[in-house]
C-alpha cells in the first residue's frame, strides 16, 4: 500500500492481514517477509501412520500390526503405504504402477495384483485387521475399513 501511517497498519493487522507492506516495498524484506510467511505456513508430514491395528513408521519404514512387526520386501511396503494413506479412495493399477514401479518398464498390472494378494494375507486385510482391500472391477482396488462383527 502507499499508505504508511503506524495506523493504518495496525487496521490491516486487526482485520486478518498476516503483514504489511508499504510502498516502496524494499525488495530484499519483503522476499524475507515471504519467506517467514511460507515457513509458518509449512505442513509437516508426519513420520507415523495409523490406521487400523496397523502402525507405520515412515522414517524406519517398519509397519506393525497389533505391536508386532510384519516382513515385507520393499514394494509391499511402498504398495502398503499408499493403501493406508488413501482409505476409501479406488487407487488405479495403472497409477499404483506408475508410482512404485515407475523404473521398470516390463511390469504389468498384474504384478499390482500379485503384491495386493501378499498384502491380504500379511497384514490381515480380508477384515481381520479392520480393513479390507477389495479389487473394484475394470478400476484398481480400494482399501476400506470395516466394524468388527
Not at 522476499?31 to 510467511?37: F, G, H, P, Q, T
Not at 502402525?55 to 509397519?63: A, K, M, S
Not at 514394494?75 to 515407475?102: C, H, K, Q, T
Request: charged content about 30%; hydrophobic content about 40%.
Amino acid at each position: 500500500t502507499a499508505r504508511t501511517d503506524e495506523e493504518c497498519a495496525a487496521d490491516m493487522l486487526r482485520l486478518g492481514a498476516d503483514d504489511f507492506v508499504p510502498k516502496p516495498v524494499r525488495y530484499m524484506e519483503f522476499m524475507a517477509r515471504v519467506d517467514a510467511l511460507l515457513r509458518r505456513r509449512r505442513v509437516r508430514v508426519p513420520s507415523e501412520l495409523h490406521v487400523g491395528n496397523i502402525d507405520v513408521d515412515l522414517d524406519g519404514r517398519r509397519i506393525l500390526m497389533a505391536g508386532a512387526p510384519i516382513e515385507l520386501t520393499q514394494r509391499e511396503y511402498d504398495l502398503a503405504v499408499v493403501f493406508l494413506r488413501n482409505v476409501g479412495r479406488v487407487m488405479p493399477r495403472e497409477e499404483l504402477l506408475s508410482s512404485i514401479w515407475a523404473r521398470e518398464a516390463d511390469v504389468d498390472t498384474r504384478t499390482v495384483d500379485t503384491h495386493a494378494s501378499r498384502l491380504r494375507k500379511k497384514l490381515g486385510l480380508a477384515g481381520e485387521s479392520g480393513l479390507m482391500l477389495t479389487s473394484v472391477y475394470g478400476q484398481g482396488y480400494r482399501l476400506d475399513t470395516v466394524q468388527a462383527g
